[in-house]
């Protein structure tokens, strides 16, 4: 299949053609970006790609116009694909599921999208979508999209507190939400939480629009109550008019995405509508391969970046099926769903995170659960979200019999940064590495001093300005916060906040990350915010919290605190407490079990927490004691205590 935006040179081998591609859109990125703007039907069609009159401030295709939602929904239609499956929902919760075609998921988003209009959401403004992973989240995405406003997506996992921080931020005209999700064994109730969030963020009036579920203690009418504006889905949806795709400008921001920094106040990712769009498309072709026929599962969360990216937009924008599964990858009820997936929705991509594939492994060792469906379907199954180990890779490659690709990216750039390029016929796979940049990435690895470091040598790895289309643009309410997070390490690039190698044909190779930000189950946590939450325990004078190495959940955090001079307490009590507090503060998603009680931390004569070290020793790494710490006795009493946690 043929990919907008790239001519590969005829007679060169893939890899030789691939590398000459990617050296053509670092070169004149203009040309390359403006080609691949063929993908997408705009109002008004883009003639220049990037404005880079204020950097490090870059602007995408600043003369067009566009609508994102008429883009991934309505052009199908009016193509005559109104008949193609757009969305399958799949719920293994429930045991059901609904097929959407396009024109009915375009009918269905452009009568939210009126529900939302007719509560006075327009151009520009924000709603929060705090739903599970059911069809209406989709909907509520793609209809705010449609009148221009801004999504901001929030994962069902996280507590009250970490949504009204949010509602805080992002100021939404509306929340858009559910009675609730479902977790295996229980059922988590979403009205209380959002209730409790509105009221923490001082926005008890701001409109709610709830999609009723069976089967949950607490409904709309609960809340209906002076002062606030509750309203049910299905009601509203019943008595409005379906709404037009609204014009926007291609740098209007489409949404803004809230992700895990070193502090403790969530950072939102601003994405824009047009750089957005032509980006998505052309990784659906040229890395993803997928076309108007394939059916594309991603199984993460819509609150995610890979949920975002591909679960909604990019499979929608393409004109394929994009499979919303509701459900775990075991134990609902086993672990051969994603077989019974693959076999049911005739799946010919899989993307899920190498946390998902651990534990399958983990319930089924021989993968025969799996192997019992007809996978014949399958071209492709994609891994991101934390690094993916080789043994993990090799096995599901044998059970699945596919090629395994590993993507490196993060919330911040939208799509992959490094990928092997299956739409364009591939490159050689290297075990440990997600393979070669992706056009427009300009990745280097630089030394502390700024200069780039020698092949197979580690270092911080860093993308030269601009990022390409599709990349975050600032964080929303602060230029001055996307400069301090990103810009500010190595003058002229974007610092990924990941530290790796690069060899000597240029496969890249993602090691960790060099900051407080850890990756469990595929969840992107900051260690800094849980440790802000553990030092509110009136009995805990200190603390640090690290991610330790855990076999299926790639990392988890684990707190060891000090206590107040002259507290005596039950470790195993106050640990309990800890558990509650972080699980209140932040959600079941941070997962956190363990905290320790320790006679002091080891610091700098400064008095700075040595956390790298303590990271270094947990993961039996080899370390330097600093020279600048100020008691190496107490290093050495935490030795035994800094070990890899077991499986739960
Ligand atoms: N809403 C409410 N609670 C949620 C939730 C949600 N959307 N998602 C997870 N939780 C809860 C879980 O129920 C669990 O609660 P518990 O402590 O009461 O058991 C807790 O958060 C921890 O969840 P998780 O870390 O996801 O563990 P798990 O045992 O439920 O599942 C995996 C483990 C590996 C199967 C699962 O994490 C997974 O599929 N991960 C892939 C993640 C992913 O897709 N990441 C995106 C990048 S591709
Ligand atoms: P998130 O923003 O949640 O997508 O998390 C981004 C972080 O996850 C990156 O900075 C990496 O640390 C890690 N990550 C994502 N994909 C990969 C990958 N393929 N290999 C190694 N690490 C990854």
Redesign the pocket.
């Known amino acids: 299949m043929a990919a907008a935006g790239h001519r590969t040179p005829t007679g060169a081998s893939p890899v030789d053609g691939y590398r000459q591609l990617h050296a053509a859109s670092l070169a004149d990125p203009g040309e390359f970006w403006l080609h691949a703007a063929g993908a997408i039907d705009w109002i008004t069609p883009p003639t220049t790609a990037v404005d880079a009159s204020s950097p490090p401030f870059y602007r995408w295709f600043p003369d067009a116009s566009l609508n994102t939602s008429y883009n991934a929904l309505d052009r199908h239609v009016e193509a005559g694909r109104g008949g193609r499956a757009a969305l399958v929902y799949d719920s293994a919760m429930l045991g059901a599921g609904r097929t959407y075609t396009y024109a009915e998921l375009r009918d269905e988003v452009a009568l939210f999208a009126g529900v939302l209009a007719g509560l006075g959401v327009g151009k520009g403004d924000r709603v929060l979508v705090y739903l599970?992973m059911i069809p209406e989240a989709v909907v509520a995405m793609l209809a705010t999209a449609r009148l221009g406003a801004i999504h901001s997506v929030v994962?069902?996992?996280f507590a009250p507190a970490e949504l009204a921080a949010r509602i805080r931020d992002a100021r939404p005209s509306a929340v858009v939400t559910a009675s609730g999700?479902l977790?295996?064994g229980?059922r988590?109730e979403y009205l209380p939480a959002v209730h409790e969030a509105l009221a923490l963020a001082g926005s008890a009036g701001t409109p709610v629009v709830v999609k009723e579920r069976g089967g949950f203690a607490s409904g709309v009418g609960d809340y209906r109550e002076p002062g606030t504006h509750w309203v049910d889905w299905d009601e509203a949806a019943s008595g409005a008019d379906p709404a037009a795709p609204l014009e926007v400008a291609a740098t209007d921001p489409l949404y803004i995405l809230y992700t895990s920094g070193t502090t403790g106040a969530p950072k939102g990712v601003v994405r824009d509508n047009g750089g957005h769009a032509v980006a998505l498309a052309w990784s659906m072709q040229g890395i993803f391969g997928i076309g108007p026929e394939d059916v594309m599962l991603t199984?993460?969360?819509v609150?995610?970046v890979?949920?975002h990216s591909y679960i909604v937009y990019g499979p929608l924008l393409a004109g394929a099926t994009t499979v919303l599964y509701e459900g775990?990858?075991?134990g609902t009820p086993d672990a051969g769903t994603f077989g019974r997936l693959i076999e049911q929705h005739h799946v010919t991509a899989l993307?899920?995170?190498p946390?998902?594939l651990?534990?399958i492994r983990r319930a089924d060792p021989g993968g025969d659960a799996i192997r019992t469906h007809d996978l014949s379907s399958l071209a492709t199954l994609f891994c991101?979200?934390e690094r993916l180990d080789t043994g993990t890779s090799e096995w599901i490659g044998g059970v699945l019999g596919v090629p395994v690709v590993d993507n490196w990216w993060q919330t911040e750039t939208g799509w992959p940064i490094c990928a092997n390029p299956r739409g364009l016929g591939g490159v050689p796979l290297k075990p440990g590495s997600p393979s070669l940049p992706s056009p427009g990435f300009d990745v280097v690895v630089l030394a502390p001093d700024g200069s780039p470091v020698p092949p197979d040598t580690e270092g911080s790895i860093a993308l030269r300005l601009p990022l390409p289309p599709g990349a975050l643009t600032t964080l929303w309410g602060s230029d001055e916060r996307y400069r301090d997070s990103y810009l500010r390490a190595f003058d002229g690039f974007y610092t990924s906040g990941d530290s790796g190698y690069m060899d000597a044909d240029g496969y890249v190779f993602v090691m960790g990350r060099t900051d407080d930000v850890i990756n469990?189950?595929?969840?992107r946590l900051s260690t800094g915010a849980i440790e802000q939450v553990l030092a509110r325990h009136p009995a805990v004078a200190e603390c640090a919290v690290l991610g330790l190495q855990d076999p299926?959940?790639g990392q988890r955090a684990s707190g060891y605190v000090v206590l107040k001079a002259g507290l005596s307490v039950d470790p195993v009590l106050l640990e309990a407490e800890l558990v509650a507090l972080v699980r209140t503060a932040i959600?079941?998603?941070a997962?956190f079990r363990t905290a320790i009680v320790v006679e002091a931390l080891p610091k700098t004569r400064s008095g700075k927490i040595l956390r790298k070290t303590m990271r270094q020793m947990a993961a039996g790494e080899t370390y330097a004691v600093p020279s600048t710490i100020e008691d190496p006795a107490v290093l050495e009493a935490l030795a035994p205590l800094l070990r890899p946690l077991s499986a739960p």
Not at 520 to 523: D, K, M, Q, R, S
């Open positions: 599970p994962f069902g996992g999700g977790e295996p229980r988590v199984a993460s969360d609150g995610w890979v949920g775990k990858p075991v993307f899920t995170a946390t998902a651990r534990a991101a979200g469990v189950a595929g969840h299926v959940k959600g079941p998603v997962d």
